[in-house]
């Protein structure tokens, strides 16, 4: 197993994150300079090309890989114009100087452009290309990526990644822990929306961030969807190296420090006794309102892993939720939990 | 000072279970707050997850009264009680309880509906 592990971008966090990798950690990954290219993600720090290079040359002492994340799903065209195209080459050129390990990039034509322009840079196909088909998988292999990290929506698509892994010979990587809502309504317009936000350009000025506000809403209403998210679980990552896949990245750059530390600990351990909440990445903000003992979902995956994806028809993921899921309550200062069903019929009673 | 900083959490988990018993769903008030802003109101606001509009329409009596309940436990007496909706959507983020300043008191209390994104749930 090889883990890829997120880093929120000052120097502080990564001093901090080396000082507890375990022996899976091959990469730290970070945001790039939203100077010149922005992201797919929310990102607290822009580290500027000299902090980057420290890093790197700090990484390379510690025998790990730095990777360099400028995976906006939006340019607005800019990567097609004269300016852009030297604007992108000439910052790529640097990373390439400062011995960055990898770029993952979101754009096709940038794909193409590092594979052709930087041969001796790895180039990553970030999550957010969408590859949930050997089809595409193959498109992006042929523009050049040495690196694919998949669509989180196939996660438990079992006989999908068998299929990519058949047919692509380039690294395979699954995205762990971001637990974004399974076929996500508002997925591709809120990475356009944090693209716009981090990236060159005049940025909106937005009343809220609508999407975010949704998505936890819907959660809360419909807390079976946490169950569908496609995350996975430590103790599971060994079915997916059996297809063939062993690089596994985690998400949460946007995290604090002993967040990041502590998934990685719990990934590289293969087993975590605790709130499945804890690891993850985009409904954190729930953790302290639902509690899911992760040791409860063991052997789950074996139901995931003949999943026909049909909820209407199966109910699995329904049923578990509602045997797993407790809900934290706060009265006379202490925290206890209830089932999904005391908090559904307490209506009744009251 | 110690006692009125307890009932804050205290207040957030009251506020969080009574709507979720009078609902009888999951609710999720992230943070509770109690505010003084710039121009002299001071009050509470509780942001919160899982509330839609139609439950403002059907539960605006409970609502009213737990967030009265609140209120006075914290030692507010809101001119103004109101829900703050994300604009264009259904989604009920916020419930804010306010003892209003007198330029607020016009902007904010002399209408029917002062923002449209505000949902007046009471008025003293």
């Known amino acids: 197993m090889k883990l ?7 120097f502080l966090a990564l001093k901090e994150i080396c000082k507890e990798a375990t022996k899976d950690v091959e990469e730290i990954y970070m945001a790039g300079t939203p100077e010149v290219l922005g992201s797919g993600r929310v990102t607290l720090h822009a580290p500027q090309l000299d902090e980057i290079e420290k890093q790197t040359q700090y990484l390379h002492e510690k025998k790990l890989k730095m990777g360099i994340a400028l995976n906006p799903s939006c340019m607005g065209g800019q990567h097609l114009t004269s300016q852009g195209y030297n604007m992108f080459k000439w910052y790529f050129g640097k990373l390439n100087e400062i011995g960055v390990d990898s770029v993952t990039v979101a754009e096709p034509y940038l794909i193409e452009m590092l594979t052709k322009e930087f041969p001796d840079m790895k180039v990553v196909v970030s999550t957010i290309s ?78 809220s961030d609508y999407y975010y506000e949704k998505c936890m809403s819907f959660r809360v209403r419909y807390p079976e969807l946490v169950i569908k998210s496609p995350w996975i679980r430590p103790e599971d990552l060994g079915v997916y190296e059996d297809l063939g896949i062993d690089y596994f990245k985690m998400s949460g750059r946007a995290n604090t420090i002993k967040w990041i530390v502590d998934c990685m600990k719990a990934y590289s351990a293969r087993s975590y006794d605790g709130n499945l909440m804890d690891l993850l990445d985009c409904p954190s903000e729930l953790r302290d309102m639902f509690y899911i003992p992760n040791k409860d979902l063991d052997g789950v995956i074996k139901q995931w892993m003949n999943c026909e994806r049909f909820c209407n028809r199966c109910g699995f993921c329904k049923a578990t939720a509602e045997r797993v899921i407790r809900v934290y309550e706060f009265t006379d200062m202490k925290r206890r939990t209830l089932s999904l069903r005391e908090v559904k019929t307490k209506c009744a009673i009251s | ?96 309880a306010r003892e209003l300043c007198s330029r607020c008191k016009s902007d904010l209390a002399g209408f029917e509906k002062p923002r449209p994104d505000l949902i007046i749930l009471s008025k003293a």
Not at chain 1, 4 to 10: F, K, N
Not at chain 1, 153 to 166: A, G, K, P, V, Y
Not at chain 2, 56 to 78: C, H, M, N, T, W
Request: aromatic share 10%; proline share 4%; hydrophobic share 40%.
């Open chain 1, 4 to 10: 890829i592990v997120p880093h929120p971008g000052h």
């Open chain 1, 130 to 207: 969408h590859v949930d088909s050997a089809e595409r998988a193959k498109y992006f292999e042929e523009l050049g990526a040495e690196a694919i990290t998949l669509d989180t929506n196939i996660n438990r698509s079992f006989e999908i990644l068998e299929n990519i892994r058949e047919v692509v010979d380039c690294e395979l990587r699954l995205l762990v822990n971001e637990a974004c809502l399974y076929k996500c309504p508002f997925r591709y317009f809120h990475f356009n929306l944090f693209s716009h936000m981090t990236g060159l350009g005049n940025k909106p000025n937005i009343f």
């Open chain 2, 1 to 96: 000072m110690r006692d009125f900083l307890n009932k804050i959490p205290e207040s957030r988990g009251k506020l969080e279970s009574t709507i979720r018993k009078f609902k009888g769903a999951p609710v999720y008030i992230i943070e509770l707050k109690v505010f003084g802003t710039a121009c002299g109101c001071i009050g509470m606001l509780a942001d919160l997850r899982g509330l839609q509009t139609e439950d403002i329409e059907v539960y605006d009596k409970q609502f009213v009264a737990i967030l009265s309940e609140i209120s006075r436990d914290l030692g507010l007496k809101p001119h103004l009680i109101y829900a703050r909706t994300l604009p264009g959507s259904f989604e009920v983020v916020a419930f804010t």
